[in-house]
């Protein structure tokens, strides 16, 4: 017969869990306390905000990712994740593939060395990570777990709203987050937010439509 503290143990197991997955409002606002205060001692030491241009960028192009196998990374990111395989230039002497959506390009890498791609190991979502911003959680989810690929789902509460998060690995263990963290307005903690450029429509490369024009900047 199971005792009494056994089952003590594992509602105390299943508490921990739920605390780590949920981060409440007063942890988040512990960390932006942090911040702030980072930022408010470099100017107390005198450290003046200094006059920053920023540089002609547009938006993010690509990510590179190392894999092991390329044809098992582009099955990753074509069928789980959504990306459409493109050319790449034919100068380049390695192996490796181009995958294209949503504005952004996954970038394969065949890699010659194992040891330089990350150990296995178990999610954790304060490690490297690519975030990828979404529309319906549910979906995503519900693809993970068809595929039996194994994920972490996370709840952030702050200032009324709640973010979900969920964080899974590719097959070469690097961390991939889906979220819908368009709900956080973000603040900046300087009068910077001039300098802040938010992409403009025409970002996104010419694509070859398949009547043979191309697609509009």
């Not at 409002?25 to 905000?49: D, L, P, Q, V």
């Not at 590719?170 to 910077?192: A, G, Q, R, Y």
Request: glycine share 4%; proline share 6%.
């Amino acid at each position: 017969m199971l005792s009494v503290k056994y089952f003590q143990e594992q509602i105390q197991n299943l508490y921990s869990f739920m605390a780590s997955q949920t981060l409440s409002a007063s942890s988040e606002t512990y960390h932006m306390k942090k911040s702030t205060e980072i930022h408010h001692e470099r100017t107390n030491r005198g450290e003046e905000e200094e006059e920053i241009e920023p540089l002609p960028l547009m938006s993010l192009n690509h990510v590179s990712r190392l894999c092991k196998s390329v044809e098992d990374s582009m099955d990753f990111y074509e069928k789980i994740m959504g990306f459409v395989p493109t050319q790449r230039p034919g100068a380049f002497n390695f192996g490796g593939a181009w995958l294209f959506n949503y504005g952004v390009g996954i970038h394969l890498v065949e890699c010659k060395n194992l040891e330089d791609l990350p150990a296995k190991k178990e999610l954790n979502p304060l490690d490297n990570h690519i975030s990828f911003q979404c529309e319906d959680m549910n979906v995503v989810e519900k693809k993970l777990k068809k595929r039996n690929i194994k994920y972490l789902r996370r709840t952030v509460e702050e200032g009324g709203e709640r973010i979900d998060q969920l964080f899974f690995h590719d097959p070469d263990c690097f961390m991939i987050e889906v979220c819908n963290c368009e709900k956080l307005t973000l603040v900046p903690l300087c009068s910077c937010s001039t300098r802040i450029r938010l992409p403009p429509d025409w970002h996104s490369p010419p694509i070859a439509l398949e009547n043979g024009e191309q697609s509009k900047r």
